[in-house]
């Protein structure tokens, strides 16, 4: 198809050309035998070919674009063998594109940046020096389907609601969130709708905004409930599974399974996917922080989440909790949501409820 397809239509436009005496629609801006412009036009406006790289250990792969290319994934998948209590195994898992500044791109996905560095990841975890594979296994062969495209150029656009800063695809993601809860002292006819507006810190978090974001594309954080709240400290929710605070789990597979890294994705279930920790990303716990909820133990989040009211400052989740997105608007509306009545186990009286969340 690389080279039978332009051919083709190489000998079909020479064959036009060639008979042409007078003017023609899309074609006479072409010289008779200008090769070079016919191929010039071919290549412009064909869809760019699936490429198949395939390799073992001894390569790894690995793809550079320039300011004007973005990539997208077919599929990335990996042979791995290991052995369990002296019997062989073998797993067929998916790897991670991921590039040099902690973007991924997933299967049937595309690059969310143009240019940049990518190679294969098993453990898509804060480490680059894990790629293209785990230590614990034994890599037989991986395969990336994938294609280039190009783009003449990107335009940058300033306004009252645009900038170069919110266009910027290196930059932050915001998200809107819409509560409805019942203020404190009332009563379930009082009960009001408040959007709050968040910045996810991409760069600095990024499995941490990546897990998420699908979260929320896929719709699992809507109609869920903001189970534990606790006055002056934090507001608690993203219990996807039980909405009582001991369901949810990652999005995304990230190499670990209940907290354990090196664990192998098609022997872990779904529920039991969890985040590995980016506390150590220098953001903090000071007022409208969006951090991660987890366990004592490292690594184990996943769905859940609790965003810092206005009176509380935290400090000693920092470095333990990852802080990946902070309020920009609604702050208020936290704070009073942090006050609602609650019974004896922090559980608000009323429900506080995530209407939606959406990627603005």
């Known amino acids: 198809m690389r080279i039978i397809a332009p051919m083709m239509i190489l000998i079909m436009m020479t064959s036009t050309l060639a008979g042409c005496t007078s003017e023609t629609d899309g074609v006479d801006e072409f010289e008779e035998g200008d090769i070079d412009s016919i191929l010039s036009f071919i290549d412009e406006n064909q869809e760019p070919v699936w490429i198949n790289d395939r390799g073992n250990s001894s390569h790894d792969w690995n793809v550079s674009l320039n300011d004007e290319q973005w990539l997208e994934v077919k599929s990335s998948r990996a042979l791995e063998y290991y052995e369990v209590e002296g019997e062989d195994r073998w797993s067929s898992t998916h790897y991670y594109v991921r590039s040099d500044t902690g973007h991924y791109v997933y299967e049937e996905e595309y690059s969310p940046i143009f240019g940049g560095n990518y190679s294969i990841c098993y453990n898509a975890g804060n480490n680059l020096n894990i790629c293209p594979h785990s230590n614990s296994l034994i890599l037989v062969e991986w395969s990336v389907i994938y294609r280039i495209h190009n783009v003449s150029g990107v335009n940058y656009y300033t306004g009252d609601k645009i900038s170069y800063d919110n266009l910027n695809p290196e930059g932050n993601t915001n998200i809107s969130i819409e509560i409805s809860y019942v203020p404190n002292g009332m009563d379930e006819d009082a009960r009001t709708t408040s959007v709050i507006n968040i910045e996810l810190y991409n760069t600095d978090a990024p499995n941490h905004v990546g897990n998420f974001l699908t979260h929320i594309g896929n719709g699992n954080y809507n109609s869920t409930i903001f189970h534990r709240i606790i006055d002056n400290f934090m507001i608690q929710g993203g219990d996807i599974e039980g909405l009582n605070g001991y369901g949810g789990y990652a999005a995304n597979w990230y190499g ?93 009286t009323y429900d506080v409820i995530v209407e939606s969340i959406t990627i603005d």
């Open 256 to 348: 670990y399974c209940n907290g354990q890294s090196g664990g192998i994705e098609n022997d872990c279930s779904m529920s039991d996917w969890t985040i590995p920790d980016e506390a150590d990303n220098g953001l903090t716990h000071t007022s409208g922080a969006l951090s991660m909820a987890k366990t004592s133990s490292p690594n184990t989040g996943g769905s859940q989440f609790f965003i810092v009211p206005s009176d509380s400052n935290p400090s000693h989740l920092d470095g333990v909790h990852t802080v990946f997105g902070y309020v920009t608007a609604g702050l208020d509306s936290i704070t009073d949501i942090s006050e609602v009545n609650i019974n004896d186990n922090d559980k608000p």
